[in-house]
C-alpha cells in the first residue's frame, strides 16, 4: 500500500514553510540531486553549505544559484573529497570554524557502478571509501555540532540495497575477490543504510533524542551518477533509460532528501523514503519498502565497529 501521509500525490515542496535561519549542509552538490535540494533550500531562505570535491564544479554551482536567486542567496562550498580522509577531516574541521549550526547534514554524494576495482588514497574499494567511509567520518566528526543544533542526519541511499549480497562481506571489504561494479555499489549503499540504523540504535540506548537520522533514496532519477563513473555501456543503457517513464528528473529526486531535512511530520526513523510509484522508482514522494536485511544487527554492530577501525575515529555518544 503506497503511503498517503502527503495526500495523493506525496510530499513536494510545496508543503515547505520558510527555512529562515536554518543551515543545511548537502554532501555532492554540485549537480543532480543535490544540487536541486540546494535551489530548494535556497528558494524558501535557508543558508546552503556545499561540500564538494572540485572547486572549479562549486564556484559554477555558486554562480548558477546566485544568479537564480540573487546575490545575497547564502550559499557557498568547502572543499571535500569524500575519498579521502584526511580531506575530510580538513572539511569537517573549516565547518566546525565557520558555521554554528547545521540543521541536517544531507549525506548525498556518491560514485557508483566504478567500472574496475579502485582503491581510494587511504586503500579502500573507492565506493565503499567514498560512499560508507567519507560521510561515516563526516557525521562523526560534525555530530556534537549537529546535536547543538537539535538537527537531523539524512542518508541518501539506493534501491541497490536489495541487490547485490544483501550482507556485508567483511572478510574480503575491498573485493580483492570477485569485484562486480553493481555488486560492490550495491554493498556500500547497504553499509551506508547500516550505518544510520545503528546510529539510531545507538541514541536510543544513549537516550539521546537531540539528533534525528533519516534514510531515503530518490529512485531512478536523471542526473549525473552514471555519467561521472559507470563504464561506457551502463552509460549507454542509462541515457536509453532516461527517455522512459521508468526515470524522473533530479528535482523529483531530491524530495525524498529535503523531505528527511525538514519535514516535521516525519516520526518514524526507521524507514526508508523515497518514491512510491513503480517500484518505487518513481513518483509520490513517501514512505517505502524497508527490507529488514537492511537492519540485521549483528552486521550492523560489526560494520560501526568495522568502520571506526578504518576510518580511524572512536565516535563517543
Ligand atoms: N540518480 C539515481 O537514479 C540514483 C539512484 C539511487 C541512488 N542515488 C543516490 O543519489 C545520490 C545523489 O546522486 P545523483 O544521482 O544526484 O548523482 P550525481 O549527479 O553524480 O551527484 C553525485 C555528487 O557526488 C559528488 N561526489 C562524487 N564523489 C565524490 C567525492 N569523492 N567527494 C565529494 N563528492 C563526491 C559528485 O561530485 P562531482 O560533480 O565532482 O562528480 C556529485 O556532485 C547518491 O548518493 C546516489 O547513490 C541516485
Known sequence: MPDTTFGSKGWTPDRLGKLDGKTYLITGANSGAGFQAARTLLKKGAKVVMLNRSVEKSKAAVA??????GDRADVSFVRMDLAALASVREAASEVLQ??????ALICNAAI?????????????E??????????????????????????????VASLGYNMGLKTIK?????????????TAYSQSKLAQMMFAYELQDRLAAAGRTDVEVYVCHPGSSATSLITTSGSRTMRFIWWLMTKTPMVQTAEQGSYPEVMCATEEALTDQRALYGPTGRMEAVGPVGKGTLNPHAY???????????SEGATGFDWKL
Open 296 to 306: 540485521d544487527k549483528p552486521v550492523m554492530t560489526k560494520l560501526w565497529q568495522a
Open 64 to 69: 548558477q544559484l546566485k544568479t537564480e536567486f
Open 112 to 124: 557508483a557502478q566504478v567500472p574496475t576495482r579502485k582503491l581510494t588514497v587511504d586503500g579502500f
Open 170 to 182: 567483511f572478510d574480503d571489504m575491498n573485493w580483492n575477490e570477485g569485484y562486480s561494479p553493481n
Open 98 to 103: 565557520n558555521f554554528l549550526r547545521i540543521d
Open 126 to 155: 573507492s565506493q565503499l571509501g567514498t560512499n560508507h567511509y567519507g560521510h561515516f567520518l563526516l557525521c562523526g566528526l560534525l555530530f556534537d555540532r549537529i546535536a547543538k543544533s537539535k538537527g537531523r542526519i539524512v542518508v
